[in-house]
């Protein structure tokens, strides 16, 4: 009672109340981004990490579900895509089904996708036969760790599974559905079995953290819980507690290579 009463409180006004899946929440979170500058700056430095990881090339790049991001600002030419309409989204599409052609992409990026994909088989098929040989899968991930498990299952709105022995989850809306768990499974605890049925990509770097300024910021969903002033200084103690982000990361930086 007292969590719920708590969370309830956190809610951003901007999208208290609102549905989840309601193409709306995901524009209203936009704004919110824009007017955090300590959560826009999280996502350019994601943003930065793509750009740098880009395999070179003249193929365009895919983003799979664009949403209420900004990355059509640092990669000229990117070609967004999101499960449902909007004033960014270029194509609407299915991640599990997508309409291109074979080796056309030199990459597909994602931030905050993978754990919606309630089907990521069909979606790992589909990137394999979309991205070129020397492509590249890049994605930023929530990441299972002794602090994540605590905030992600008391403090969060969507389903984090650690335990799930399988990689398929019920499907729902496209907000709604997830676990969150599921980017650690595939690429942490099941490697061994992603590596068996898809060899063709090769997980090239894993890179955890991020423990409290996304938290901070209040994300997408919430209030800002630190003046922008202490966001530094949480920057300096991430970079301190890098060697132990196995046990504080709440995200992961990850980049699959297709052999």
Excluded at 97 to 121: C, E, K, N, T, Y
Excluded at 160 to 168: G, H, K, S, V
Excluded at 183 to 193: G, K, S
């Amino acid at each position: 009672m007292i969590v719920d009463r708590f969370k309830s409180w956190l809610a951003h006004p901007l999208t208290r109340g609102l549905d989840l899946d309601d193409p709306l929440t995901t524009q209203l979170r936009r704004q919110i981004i824009q007017g955090k500058p300590a959560l826009r700056q999280v996502y350019q430095e994601w943003y930065e990490t793509i750009v740098r990881s880009l395999p070179t090339g003249d193929e365009p790049v895919l983003e799979v579900g664009s949403g209420a991001g900004f990355l059509r600002d640092f990669i000229p030419g990117l070609i967004t895509s999101e499960i449902f309409p909007g004033p960014d989204t270029q194509i609407v599409l299915d991640a599990t089904r997508l309409p291109f052609a074979d080796g056309v992409f030199r990459a597909i990026v994602m931030i905050d996708v993978l754990h919606h994909i309630s089907q990521p088989r069909d979606f790992f098929a589909q990137a394999s036969r979309c991205v070129r040989v020397g492509g590249a899968l890049i994605m930023v991930e929530p990441w299972v760790s002794t602090w994540s498990k605590l905030i992600y299952r008391r403090f969060h709105h969507e389903p984090f599974r650690p335990e799930a022995m399988e990689w398929e989850f019920p499907p729902a809306g496209p907000l709604s559905g997830a676990n969150g768990a599921l980017p650690w499974i595939l690429f942490l605890r099941d490697r061994d079995q992603f590596e068996k049925e898809f060899p063709c990509w090769e997980i090239r770097m894993i890179k955890p953290g991020l423990p409290f300024r996304y938290l901070a910021s209040g994300g997408v969903s919430m209030r800002s819980l630190l003046p922008a002033a202490a966001f530094d200084h949480l920057r300096r103690l991430e970079h301190r507690l890098e060697p132990w982000m196995g046990k504080w990361a709440m995200f992961a930086e990850i980049i699959l290579v297709k052999r």
